[in-house]
């Protein structure tokens, strides 16, 4: 049982953004998928969440072909993912943002809960008590009641990935969870999705932050124009001259990826990293 990618491929016209890759993602483990900017990793989030549609080739989880499904049906599914840059319901409570994501989608429910005032009553008080065990999860249950939009930057990430998985999705994509953060709240998020390791969950996450990737995930699938350039363990891929002269630069200096990740940030208006003493690098 597991996320297959089978010689997957996107165009946007000429451009071949993601060309044959195929892949298998097993459950229980952390996935990275790292390469450098316009490798392809956000349009395979987006194939795989339905966000695009796939060009050739086709997605599998669990054995069912997903690719070619509608974005609500591949959720249904069990897929379920966070953005590069965030989205929230910003007028909406922390409470709330989750709570949108429980409501019943199939007429059957929905008619149930209409024409039955206690079973309603009843229901709400399972998805309330539900999405605030989810915000405890995040250290967000003192914020339930406040506006998405009023809390912190790195609170505002937690509540997305909090609502992510308010549906327990048997896969979970997460784009690029570290950016904007400063490095306190990058360890803290670490800590947080590490925790998040279930056998029957498959997570992928897109990252340029080499020390997340590296520490985070067991298994990572490094890009290169398009192209599945290599795949292994974190130690494989540091390791590996391709990736090393395509990605890495030099063996184990990560410095000059880190300073990469930091001109991208400015040049997308995210905020810059900053040490834990607040001192911005
Ligand atoms: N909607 C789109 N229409 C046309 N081209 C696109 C679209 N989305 C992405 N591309 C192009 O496809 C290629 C891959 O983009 P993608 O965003 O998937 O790369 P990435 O690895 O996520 O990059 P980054 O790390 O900068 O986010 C790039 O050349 C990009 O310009």
């Known amino acids: 049982m597991s996320l297959v990618f089978e010689k997957l491929t996107k165009r946007y016209g000429e451009l071949v953004a993601i060309d044959g890759v195929s ?24 194939m795989t969440a339905g966000s695009y549609s796939v060009s050739d080739g086709e997605i599998c989880l669990d054995g069912r072909r997903i690719s070619g499904l509608k974005k609500h049906q591949i959720s249904l599914a069990g897929v379920a993912r966070t953005y590069q840059n965030i ?7 922390a409470l709330e943002n989750l709570e949108v994501c429980l409501y019943p989608v199939d007429a059957g429910r929905a008619w149930q809960e209409v024409l039955w005032p206690p079973y309603a009553r009843r229901r709400r008080a399972e998805r309330r008590a539900l999405c605030r065990a989810g915000l405890d999860r995040f250290e967000l249950a ?7 939009s009023s809390l912190s930057y790195g609170r505002q990430r937690m509540l997305e990935i909090a609502r992510a998985l308010v549906r327990e999705p048997r896969v979970l994509l997460l784009d690029e969870p570290a950016a904007g953060l400063n490095h306190a709240e990058t360890a803290e998020l670490t800590t947080r999705l590490a925790a998040l390791r279930h056998p029957d969950r498959i997570m992928l996450v897109v990252e340029h932050d080499m020390d997340l990737v590296m520490k985070l995930c067991d298994r990572i699938v490094v890009l290169h124009h398009g192209k599945l350039l290599f795949q292994g363990t974190p130690a494989e891929v540091q390791a590996n001259p391709d990736v090393q002269q395509a990605y890495l630069g030099t063996a184990n200096d990560l410095d000059d990826i880190r300073t990469a990740a930091q001109d991208r940030r400015a040049r997308r208006g995210l905020r810059p990293r900053r040490d834990p003493v607040g001192h911005r690098s």
């Open 23 to 46: 892949a298998t993602f097993e459950p229980g483990l952390i996935h990275g998928v790292i390469g450098p900017n316009g490798a392809g990793k956000s349009t395979l989030i987006n």
């Open 87 to 93: 989205r929230l319901f910003d007028q909406m409570t």
């Open 142 to 148: 003192g914020y339930a009641d406040q506006e998405a």
